[in-house]
């Protein structure tokens, strides 16, 4: 025979009465919150004729990179007014232009490839300096000034330009591999066509032109451009190999 099992104490059957209640209760309160939600999960936080297409968000970065958020023409505008594209303007015309003016390295007929342009200043600044046939590069394309191409291979011929130009420090430092942008700059430069590159003032003055094989530097200079002061590296091509 099993022998009488002793009944729990008074005070632990109140205890899990309540434990019970309070999980039925928990439970109750759980479902009717996932209610609330399935219920008003597609009520949009905008009324109808805000709600955001998702057609104007990118879906890769490439369609990120080509957004217009004005059309090209006005966007330039409103660089061109404000006071810091002014500035740099004014020091590539009055810093560094005339020193390739005056080593004959630059001219209104000159075939100029700025790289890493940005948004296109020093590509409107030699515009504005009589240079008619100017094209600017960068790894992201900005319109109109601007074309998308990668400065590690030039999708240019042989001795395409007199004159490749960069006013940003980072534009030869900073790249991925230095010596093949180097390469390329004098590989699409004609034979006694220029390369004029700003470089960090810091840095070792050796470094960058220890990089370039088929050129000689011909001037260096201090130049000032948004207010910190960079070193302006001209080199001319000997064409040889």
Excluded at 7 to 23: H, I, K, Y
Excluded at 112 to 139: F, K, M, W
Excluded at 175 to 195: C, M, S, T, W
């Amino acid at each position: 025979p099993i022998p009488n099992a002793h009944p729990p104490p008074a005070g632990d059957q109140r205890v899990q009465r309540l434990a019970t209640r309070a999980s039925i209760a928990l439970a109750a309160a759980a479902t009717l919150f996932l209610l609330y939600l399935v219920r008003h999960a597609s009520t949009p936080c905008f009324p109808a004729s805000h709600t955001i297409p998702l057609s104007l968000f990118p879906r890769n970065s490439c369609d990120a990179a080509s957004r217009r958020v004005l059309p090209p023409d006005r966007r330039l505008a409103k660089l061109r007014s404000s006071s810091r594209w002014r500035r740099r303007s004014t020091a590539l015309a009055s810093s560094v232009f005339p020193p390739l003016h005056g080593l004959r390295l630059l001219a209104n007929s000159s075939r100029v490839l700025c790289l890493a342009a940005g948004a296109g200043n020093a590509v409107d600044a030699l515009h504005a300096a009589g240079v008619s046939e100017v094209t600017g590069i960068d790894l992201v394309d900005f319109p109109p000034l601007v074309r998308r191409a990668d400065p590690h291979r030039l999708p240019f011929s042989d001795g395409a330009f007199d004159l490749i130009f960069s006013d940003d420090p980072a534009g030869i430092s900073g790249a991925l591999f230095p010596a093949r942008v180097a390469a390329e700059a004098e590989r699409a430069v004609r034979h006694g066509g220029a390369i004029a590159l700003a470089v960090d003032w810091q840095q070792d003055p050796a470094a960058v032109p220890a990089l370039f094989r088929r050129s000689r530097v011909v001037d260096t200079r201090a130049v000032t451009l948004d207010g910190s002061q960079v070193r302006l590296l001209i080199f001319q091509s000997n064409g040889t190999t």
